[in-house]
């Protein structure tokens, strides 16, 4: 990093007609050289949260043994390229998303409000929901304070269902797992348009004319900053001028997908303010889509806390693309029949092949001297283990990227039966420099997670 007498701000923004682009670090916003050094010791801790739902085919997930040398199971092969970046962690429970006394049937809806609360939801099919306050947000309200979003809550599925979802609970319980307080429940945005003009977008210049006018002519956001990108190259070194090509290029690509699967589309946009937009067709395509835009908000700091919700609690995607038509919620119920086992196996593995490109992007991305992905701690799970019997324990579980120099990789973790899940949040939390007293039902710390 060359340290230079002129000094930009660290939230320089390049604003033009209905775009504020958000610049990633350049060498140049860092002042003198003992801020180098504070920079490089402490770096930006982030938090990534990705959930899948209805567990995972246990017995090709778990690595065989426990300890500092990872052996990768059939599931986890898709990770191999960051064996050293991951921590697998087994033994965990989900212990309050069990089933009282007397309770409803319904499993999905305790399983995904207590997923990131360790609190056990009120069975209700009103609006009369109770959860608790999620990891997400406990976290967002610290690491949030610096940047313009506390938290992004991103998803692949419809959220916009009212009413019961599952036997006895709300269909709250479901449409997300981020809760802000116990009776504040936090939609996951599942749409890249509003996302993207959510980081990038100028509310006050998208009148939605001109935004159609835009979208018509295949213009970019970027073209309204092309002065201002021209005239900050002119004031900075070549490597800032490299990273800055990099990053708006970045910018560019993901709104070029966005627009393809506009185009793609025959729905007209409807004449309000909120964006819109069309997804893409393949899956495959819509994940990466999504993933890379959470890329973006790591790298421009316009937030520092994500949850993605791949699927939620009683998804009935189906997955043609890998020979696999079933719906996936009954297929997980799968009466131990090797047929469906092995479907299920599928799912699993591309779920986290889609997982490994995340982590290659933010490998890839440079964050100061270090990368995103050394900056990131990222939680990867569900919230059921044996999903035949929606049982919460035993959980599918692992930590990757660095978390700021915190974690260290190629290692399972097996904790004894009944440990909490919420005692790794706890763990997690402390890390990340969140002062928090207790997270739901935590008993402790969880041991030896960031040894060195």
Partial sequence: MIVTRKVLPR??????????????????MVPALVAVQKTAAAGKRRLGIVYVPHGAV?????????????????TLEALAPFRDRI??????????????????????????????????????????FRAGISIDQIAARHLGQETQLASLELGLESTDLAGACDVGFSCAYVNT???????????????????????????????PVARRTRMRRDRSLLDSVTEKV?????????????????????????????????AQSTRELPAFDAPSGSIPTRFEDYA??????????YQSDMTRV???????????????ELGVPDPHHPLSHHQNDPAKLEKLSR???FQLQLFAHYLERLHVTQDGDSTLLDQTLLLYGSGMGDSNLHDPRDLPILLAGGGAGTLTGGRHLRYPKETPLTNLYFTMLGKLGVPVERVGDSTGRVEHLFDA
């Fill in 11 to 28: 939230r320089t923004l390049l604003r033009g007609l209905g775009a504020t682009i958000a610049l990633p670090l350049l060498d140049g």
């Fill in 58 to 74: 246990m017995n090709r997930w778990t690595p065989r043994d426990a300890g500092t040398t990872l052996e990768l199971s059939p």
């Fill in 87 to 128: 921590v697998v962690i087994s033994g965990l429970d989900n212990a309050p998303a069990l089933a009282l006394q007397g309770e409803p049937a319904g499993g999905h809806g305790r399983i995904g409000a207590a997923f990131l609360t360790g609190v056990h939801a009120k069975p209700t099919e009103g609006a009369d």
């Fill in 177 to 207: 797992l981020c809760w802000r307080g116990p009776t504040t429940p936090l939609p996951m945005e599942n749409n890249p348009r509003a996302v993207f003009e959510r980081l990038f977008g100028d509310a006050s210049g998208l009148d």
């Fill in 230 to 262: 021209a005239d900050l190259k002119r004031t900075v070194g070549p490597g800032d001028r490299r990273k800055l090509s990099e990053y708006l290029e970045a910018v560019r690509d993901v709104e070029r997908r966005i627009q393809k699967a506009e």
């Fill in 288 to 297: 990466k889509l999504m993933f890379d835009l959470q890329v973006l908000a």
């Fill in 306 to 320: 994500i949850s993605f919700m791949i699927g939620k609690e009683l998804s009935a995607r189906t997955f043609p």
């Fill in 347 to 349: 799912i699993n593995l």
